[in-house]
């Protein structure tokens, strides 16, 4: 197994949807066992990012190579053994909704091992403790809130201890509590086991206080990156905008649109 | 001129689509003897697409049954051969109304809960989470969905003709008084296997038709709510049309 200091590398990457380029030139290492944070403007591919890193979408120029693994040649054999190594916490949890919160975690133990259905059950409570649903393990998805939802999501992202764990936006609409739960759980997830994550996310604070290093997307390509205390003082506009959260600067906040007085006064609409 | 590229330009969609389902339908095939280890899922499935369908096939059967055996008497009394009313309401259910109508009712019930189930599968990542955690979605959720459909289907259209001469009896014998003995005997002397086979090869191939209809249309909604609901409405209208067209080709190849 490839053991160098990256476990991810991606080079020159470029991505087109619709013929809209998404990322042009794009460059980027991942250190192993690391908390790595991806952060940009909505819209600059961050998600679309994690979907080639695990190989969901192909990309049209470049390499990413992944814990050894090009991606260019991947086939879908060898995809499903990459993926037996990562883990993937979905935006809206992705829990199937035909089983149970403990169903859920058990899953990818029921489908890849044929382990003893009393360590099964002590595995899947063991990881359903460490989220704080122990006692939710019976309920079903739909009895969930939005937030419960992503931490049995999270706790099934670990439950096969991989190697590789990547959230996307995994702190929307968490209460201070639970924030600071999963918060502390990536923290310790990295330390302990030595797994390598990657975040996407807005939150700027909070992720200021876990991760390792940032990296800062903007129109295709990396802005910046380095450690979160490196990109608070980073001579450089659009950085000094994301971070501090101002509505002018080079990123703009609106989409482009017409003239505003003018369209308030014309006749017709569009 | 462009009339005759727009044809041709159909014509071309048309075959790709078609190629596209015919693809489906091999990943679907292979994957299948590994889902059949899994008994359990493919049992699950077999409720969901044929238990649950039950009472609506019944009630149609019993229904069609009825009127087959008032339309029947009706024209078989004007040749003063009522008798052979078992017979021909008989042969009617079991060759063509039996997997006809209830291929068509599946495709209704069963089918479009499988098209949106899917959809929504798709629609709220669950589909792409379970390719993130190393399993085949066409193996885990499409294989056990498509072989519950394709085993329900031959036992549902089975219990719409028996219910259904049960109808045609309740109407001819108990209503218009045909004389019961000469009901069941003559359709005991004048139905044979082949009529049998005839009826439970169209609803194997309907089966197959209606389950694949409906998982593929599913599989691949778009995943917004406009889109789960093309795919339900979709995996009726195709299906209806597959099957009549199906029907006429089994009828002319059993001739």
Known sequence: MNQSASIIEIRNLSYEIGGRPVFAGLDMEVARGRITAVMGPSGTGKTTLLRLITGQVAADGGSIVVAGQDMRVVRRAGLYVLRRRMGMLFQNGALLTDLSVFENVAFPLREHTDLPERLIRQLVLTKLQAVGLRGAAELMPTELSGGMSRRVALARAIVMDPEILIYDEPFVGLDPISLGVILRLIRRLSDALGITSIVVSHDVQEISTVADQVFLLSGGKVVAHGTPQQLHSYPSEIVRQFMGGLADGPVPFHFPAPDYFGELLAREGP | ?255
């Open chain 2, 1 to 255: 001129m462009n009339l005759i590229r727009e044809l041709w330009q159909s014509l071309v969609e048309a075959l790709v689509g078609l190629g596209a389902i015919v693809r489906f339908l091999l990943r679907v095939i292979a994957q299948s003897p590994r889902a059949l280890l899994r008994l359990d899922l493919i049992a699950q499935q077999i409720y969901n697409s044929g238990a649950l369908s039950l009472v609506i096939i019944m009630l149609s059967g019993l229904f069609v049954g009825m009127v087959l055996g008032l339309q029947g008497f009706q024209l078989l009394q004007r040749f003063g051969s009522e008798e052979a009313l078992g017979t021909a309401a008989t042969i009617g259910l079991v060759k063509e109304l039996g997997p006809v109508v209830t291929a068509l009712l599946f495709a209704g019930r069963a089918g479009t809960a499988l098209a949106s189930e899917l959809g929504l599968m798709r629609a709220t990542d669950q589909l792409s989470a379970m390719e993130m955690m190393a399993v085949d979605p066409i193996r885990r959720v499409v294989v056990p969905r498509f072989l519950g459909g394709v085993i329900a289907m031959p036992l549902l259209a089975a219990i719409f003709s028996v219910i259904g001469i049960y109808g045609a009896q309740l109407v001819g014998v108990q209503l218009m008084g045909v004389d019961s003995g000469s009901f069941w005997s003559q359709m005991r002397a004048s139905v044979g296997l082949s009529d049998i086979n005839e009826g439970i090869v169209k609803s194997c191939i309907f089966g197959v038709a209606c389950s694949l209809i409906a998982v593929y249309e599913g599989y691949y909604a778009t995943p917004t709510a406009e889109g789960v609901g093309r795919a339900t409405t979709r995996t009726v209208v195709t299906s209806a049309v597959v099957v009549l067209f199906l029907d006429y080709l089994i009828t002319a190849a059993f001739l």
